[in-house]
């Protein structure tokens, strides 16, 4: 069940993702929507993954890494934003393979990695939720300055989109930790342990799908 939902829910962000880009990128070009045909969409989206494969991925990382390392927060802000990532997209790698194509659930030495960087991801989540809350908050319209590399000093306007994905992310990450540090009480007993396992994947999937939308809105609020 958790292997059919993650794949199917997966689907369905990137394809909407996708046909969200379509539509900014064709709204950005003619501001008719009415002559949108599906087939045109379809020639689109086979372009774009076929693009996938001639652009080097070496220098797509180059380019984020630059836009990463460049991040013109305070450097407590950027580390902790960095080390969360790294650590989110290792926790996400060792749980998701173990869980969607290995018959045993996490042991040994990936476990062992899992629960370490468990303990970077809590730490650096929580940093990250105090110093980003007032950006993301809903009760004032906030405008954060950020230079570019060009140390140009550019206001940068926080969507609704990406307030609300930004404290999906947040509220299962905290559920992550939760039922991590509850699996290490000797207080429940092996089918609450279950249930609590399940917690802990579930969490981790909407965890993942926040992020990869949150990523989305954030680069492409980014280019604008
Ligand atoms: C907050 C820190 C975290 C800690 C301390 C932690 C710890 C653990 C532990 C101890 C297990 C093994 C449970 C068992 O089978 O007995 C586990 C499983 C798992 N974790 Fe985490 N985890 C954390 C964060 C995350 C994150 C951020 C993700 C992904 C986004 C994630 C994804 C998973 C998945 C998918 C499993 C199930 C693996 C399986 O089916 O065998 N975890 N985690």
Redesign the pocket.
Known sequence: MFSILTFFSLLVLISALFFHHYRRIRNLISKDSTDFKITNYFFWQVKRISGLFKTSIKKDCQKLLHKVLYLRYPTAEKWSIILLSLS?VL??AS??I??LFITQ??YGYP?LL??IL??V??VCLSVVVVLQAPIYSFNKEVEFSKDTFERREVKKHVTVAQKILFWLFVIPGLL??LT?LS?MLPVFSLPAQLVV?DI??YS?LS??LSAIAFTYFTFINDVK
Request: glycine fraction near 12%; proline fraction near 0%; hydrophobic fraction near 65%.
């Open positions: 989110f926790l996400a749980g998701f173990y869980a659930s996490l476990l899992h629960v468990g303990g991801f809590s992550l930790a991590a699996l396992i802990h994947r981790a965890a993942l």
